[in-house]
């Protein structure tokens, strides 16, 4: 978003004029505000998107006052906070996979060959309660979080757009065991850019040891995608089934 970029570059300007107006260097100023260096560095020269709560930090320690700031400070927290309402980038046509018929073999077969091996996201979420149970390192990474940790037992508006997160809520309300059909999320990355369009398939799992419904997720990002086509479509279809001990294990 070039509204986006352009804020980015002025703010950094007056954080600039400010520090230096204070008699301050990058790494003093950065200090007092307990911000990295190199992030703050960044921050200055606009090459990095801000999360709020560093946003309203650099206006309290500058005192950036309305006079001081030649930007409306309510439309830049529009900018940092609804990037959710943004819709994300469509995947390309080619990508496009909504007429496959996935089977239980295909499920099995893109989780072993693309989750198993670091390729593609995974959720789990609570059908009862719509909360994140499980999500692997390879999506918390790719979305910019620090941990799985940081995302357990939170909502799926935390990690998907608006519209996707409430797509996610159509398919936690149907609890039947069939798999989707792959559809396109966009989820959220941190700190707050554009949201990334990924390719995403369901299923519903039930636990039979306390009766609880899973709805279980796998996303593939676009660098995926454009190496893998021909491979996703084939065990979308279960033309490469695994064995029945590799099924069992999933």
């Not at 804020?7 to 954080?15: D, I, P, V, Y």
């Amino acid at each position: 978003m070039q509204e986006i970029k352009d804020f980015l570059k002025e703010f950094g300007q007056q954080l600039k004029k400010r520090r230096k107006a204070m008699g301050l260097s990058q790494v003093n100023a950065a200090h007092q505000m307990k911000i990295d260096y190199r992030h703050y560095q960044n921050i200055e020269g606009g090459k990095i998107n801000l999360r709020l709560d560093t946003f309203l930090k650099l206006i309290d320690f500058y005192q950036m006052s309305s006079k001081d700031r030649p930007f409306d400070v309510n439309a830049c927290m529009n900018l940092l906070t609804d990037l959710d309402k943004v819709e994300a980038p469509n995947l390309p046509k080619e990508y496009n996979m909504e007429s496959e018929a996935p089977s239980p073999e295909g499920w099995s077969a893109l989780y072993h060959d693309f989750v198993e091996s670091g390729q593609a996201g995974f959720i789990s979420v609570n059908c009862k309660t719509g909360l994140i149970e499980q999500i692997n390192d390879k999506l918390v990474w790719t979305l910019g979080f620090r941990s799985p940790g940081s995302l357990i037992n939170k909502g799926l508006g935390q990690i998907f757009t608006q519209e996707s997160a409430e797509e996610m809520q159509q398919h936690l309300g149907d609890r039947s065991p069939h798999i989707s059909k792959p559809f396109v999320v966009s989820l959220k990355a941190q700190p707050p850019a554009h949201p990334i369009p990924m390719m995403a398939i369901t299923r519903t799992k039930k636990d039979f040891s306390n009766g609880e419904e899973h709805l279980h997720l796998m996303v593939l990002d676009r660098r995926v995608l454009d190496g893998e086509t021909k491979k996703v479509r084939s065990l979308l279809a279960g033309q490469n089934p695994l064995s029945s001990h590799q099924l069992h294990a999933i």
